[in-house]
């Protein structure tokens, strides 16, 4: 019983653990996308159908790493060059990555689609208990670890994470001098739309290997919302999806042992457990500003 | 970072420039017949500027004369529409900061340049050349800062910092490039009276071991006794070249101006009762970088001018939000206007009671930008017997004629009759933003910065409008953190220091050395005892 219950909060919290370090990448240069549901959906559609073309489901992984990175890219380009604002652009982004995939993916509902296979070492996979969890998992949750540990490397150790940085808290004098604002920030979005759509290629191939419309469910806001809530720290952002992923499936499993609370309230839990723990931890609020980007969501021009 | 073998930011410093130093007699910088245009406005209009190695050379002129823009042009951050910059003798075009601070050219900003949210090291380090390592920086950095009289610390975060030792940040960051020229704008503008002294010594060291300085400042006093040359413009050209010790105050800003400053009139003041009174103000902050005040006692009484003094971020901004009520008070009786008890009155009520205030930022704060000037008139005198509002409507005739009245006193120039706010150029604005609560003759007036970047006639206009409201009964508090300024009316002084305000003492007894040993925190004993 509990080794499936971790198991299943594994798969729950990699899907938001993907989406939510790319967009805080994103936000730490400065630039807040909204669009993450709807480069997460594109993400989904793109890695479904990727998978079942080639029958290679890590394949279909990467198809759906550059549909978020396409979609976001039309983000980048019309809130940094056509200097658009943020909020209303990441909304629009949201709402054109729902039609979009819903039209494209409009002959792949009903359809079977391929999971990502699990690791099995001979030996380790099989010990019980820890076997399963620690060795038995698909390939994208050991990459989203990586991940995490190498965006928190590049924030914090690399020189072009600090020009990131200090991108995202004064654009201004980043650009005096002499780094290119708008550039490190396309790459920036772009990194965040390919995290996003990873995310989203996660649930259509390795969570629920199949297509529904509009299958990422709000996911999307609730990686944008642990970037807040984890103080767009990387590690603090894998704890909130670990803790909303747990949280979610121990309401399901609530759920169903008929406990007397109406199942609405239940689903909130998630939401509610991962905002008090967040906001706790992230009580000192000093602390919290250094890490809050300055210029997030400003617009930059630059100087004649 | 990646540790790549090197570290010439630690030996540079000890071994002088290896850039090769200008041949003797040759000038180092060389600006001819520089042009350049922003539309129709003419910003530097055939300019040319010599600088040898070593000299300490001040660039004068008012706000609008074009001084902003050779900088920026010198620094590579604009790009000139005709003329050229000679660089040791060799023709040079300056693409970008980068490129200036490769040649050798370094600067030092007034403002918002540091990344607030980093270490010192870090910001360093973003100016730096690649491939050094952060220990081998922040171990450079404390070696460099201590030897020049500037101590620092790597490791500290510059948004704890005050504003003073942020500047260190900036030259330090400035001379571990070994620069042949550093450009300062305003440097001493954010300093006590000790600290610029500090900064002076440092100044007249680097000249001496070779390195130019171009020193932008509208301090001439300072000038007189820094520089070993001025350059002055006005309207975009040069309009003399002076040795400033030949020179007096009064001389040079003949220079900037072209015409005569009207003095500053002041009569005695004849001190009446108490009309705005400060409590025992405590406001914490709740922003986390922000200042709290603490325990501030003060009383401005009719008839009389108090400014206070004080370097940039030191509660100024908390305390006039205090007085001004867009922070309620933690008591009701910690601000007191003409005897009433307005700790928890908002604006609008204190305005009614007879109170005007005019922010520091004119320009969002003060006026919005947006709106004609007509609107920005109702916007702060809505609530007050002005007329401007009958059964719930705006009265535009009555708007448009209180703007022709602070026009006509303050003469405020502008392209058409009700401009928006954002058209009028920064002096401009703030001659209307203070001449339209002057002209309400409020009885209790509180201006920060009332000559922030505002040309030296149109500051006479303002000054002596304060004074003249003052001595007609009203009681004036002026937040500044220009000394000449506050010299020139107050009379009155306190000064603010982390939170902590002095006692006001009287003008005639205070002196720049005990208002820089304020401005140190002399104050906070008492606060503290």
């Known amino acids: 019983m509990l080794e499936a219950i971790i198991l299943t909060v594994i798969t729950a919290a990699t899907p938001l653990l993907l989406a939510a370090t790319g967009e805080l990448v994103a936000e730490r240069s400065g630039v807040l996308n909204l669009g993450v549901e709807g480069m ?108 995490v540990a190498a965006v928190s490397w590049f924030l914090f150790r690399s020189r072009a994470g600090l020009v990131l940085r200090a991108i995202g808290d004064n654009h201004g004098s980043a650009h005096a001098l002499g780094y290119s604002v708008i550039g ?89 457990a991962t905002v008090v723990v967040l906001v706790a931890i992230s009580g000192n609020r000093r602390k919290t500003r250094f890490n809050t980007p300055a210029c997030l969501g400003v617009p930059f021009v630059p100087d004649r | 970072m990646t540790g790549m073998p090197g570290g010439d930011v630690t030996t540079t410093m000890s071994e002088g420039p290896k850039r090769r130093p200008a041949a003797t007699g040759e000038m180092l910088l060389e600006a001819r017949h520089v042009v350049k245009r922003f539309g129709d406005n003419v910003a530097n209009d055939d300019v040319s500027l010599r600088l040898a190695p070593g000299e300490i050379h001040a660039l004068l002129g008012e706000n609008g004369a074009g001084k902003s823009t050779l900088v920026k042009i010198l620094y590579g951050a604009l790009q000139p529409n005709a003329g050229e910059i000679v660089w040791k003798g060799a023709p040079v075009v300056i693409e970008s900061p980068a490129a200036a601070r490769k040649l050798g050219i370094g600067m030092v900003f007034q403002h918002f340049s540091l990344f607030d949210a980093l270490t010192v090291a870090e910001n360093i380090a973003l100016a730096s050349p690649k491939g050094v390592s952060m220990a081998e920086l922040s171990a450079s950095i404390e070696r460099v800062s201590a030897e020049y009289g500037l101590p620092l610390k790597a490791d500290d975060r510059v948004a704890d910092l005050p504003v003073g030792i942020r500047q260190r940040v900036e030259i330090v960051r400035c001379l571990l490039q070994s620069p042949d020229l550093i450009i300062m704008d305003e440097p001493t503008s954010v300093l006590t009276p000790q600290e610029a002294d500090q900064l002076f010594i440092t100044l007249r060291r680097l000249a001496s071991e070779g390195c130019a300085i171009l020193y932008i400042s509208h301090r001439l006093e300072e000038v007189r006794e820094l520089c070993d040359r001025a350059t002055v413009m006005r ?76 370097v940039a971020g030191n509660g100024q901004g908390e305390l006039f939000d205090a007085i001004s009520g867009e922070k309620p008070a933690a008591t009701d009786g910690a601000v007191i206007i003409d005897g009433h008890p307005v700790g928890y009155t908002g604006v609008n009520g ?22 004609p000037l007509s609107d920005n008139v109702v916007l702060t005198r809505h609530s007050t017997k002005d007329g401007l509002v009958a059964r719930g409507l705006m009265r535009f ?82 937040i500044s953190q220009d000394l000449d300024e506050i010299f020139e009316i107050a009379d009155r002084i306190a000064v603010i220091s982390r939170g902590y305000l002095s006692a006001a003492e009287p003008a005639a007894a205070m002196t720049r050395e005990r208002i820089g040993l304020l401005m140190a925190g002399g104050a906070e004993k008492r606060g503290e005892g």
């Open chain 2, 235 to 310: 309207r975009g050209r040069i309009v003399a070249e002076t040795d400033p010790a030949t020179e007096t105050v009064a001389s040079l800003a003949r220079l900037m101006v072209g015409t005569e400053i009207a003095e500053v009139h002041r009569s005695l003041s004849d001190r009446g009762p108490p009309r705005l009174a400060l409590v025992g103000l405590t406001l914490p902050s709740n922003d986390a970088f922000g200042v709290s005040l603490h325990d501030v006692d003060l009383e401005v009484c009719a008839g009389e001018i108090i400014a206070i003094a004080g």
């Open chain 1, 184 to 272: 490190v920030r396309y790459l920036a979005v772009i990194f965040g739309g390919a995290c996003a759509g990873l995310g989203g290629a996660y649930l259509s191939v390795a969570y629920t290997p199949l297509w529904v419309e509009n299958m990422t469910a709000g996911r999307g806001w609730v990686a944008l919302a642990l970037v807040v809530f984890a103080s767009w720290l990387p590690w603090r952002a894998a704890l909130g999806a670990y803790l909303f992923g747990a949280v979610t499936v121990l309401q399901f499993h609530a759920q169903a042992l008929g406990i007397g609370l109406p199942s609405q309230y239940l689903a909130m839990l998630p939401y509610l």
């Open chain 1, 40 to 147: 997460m959906v594109m993400g989904a559609v793109g890695g479904f159908a990727g998978a079942i073309t080639t029958g290679s489901p890590l394949f279909g992984m990467a198809v759906g790493m550059l549909a978020g990175a396409a979609t976001s890219l039309v983000f980048a380009f019309v809130t940094l060059t056509l200097v658009a604002n943020q909020v209303a652009s990441g909304l629009a982004l949201t709402m054109f990555g729902l039609g979009l995939s819903g039209l494209i993916g409009e002959s792949y509902v009903g359809q079977p689609g391929i999971k990502l296979p699990s690791l099995s070492i001979p030996g380790l996979t099989d010990l019980p208990f820890v076997g399963p969890i620690l060795f038995g998992q698909d390939a994208m949750v050991y990459f989203s670890f990586v991940l």
């Open chain 2, 350 to 371: 204190r305005r009614r009671l007879g109170a005007a205030f005019v922010p520091e930022e004119r320009l969002g704060h003060g006026a919005v930008p947006g709106m």
């Open chain 2, 397 to 478: 005739a009555r708007a448009s004629e209180i703007v022709g009245l602070i026009t006509d006193r303050f003469d405020v120039r502008k392209g058409v009759a009700d401009p928006e706010a954002r058209a009028l150029s920064g002096g401009n604005l703030q001659k209307f933003v203070v001449g339209r609560e002057v002209d309400r003759v409020p009885g209790v007036l509180v201006v920060s910065q009332p000559t922030w970047g505002v040309d030296a006639g149109a500051a006479a206009v303002i000054r002596q409008s304060l004074i003249d409201l003052a001595r007609a009964g009203s009681a004036v508090l002026v």
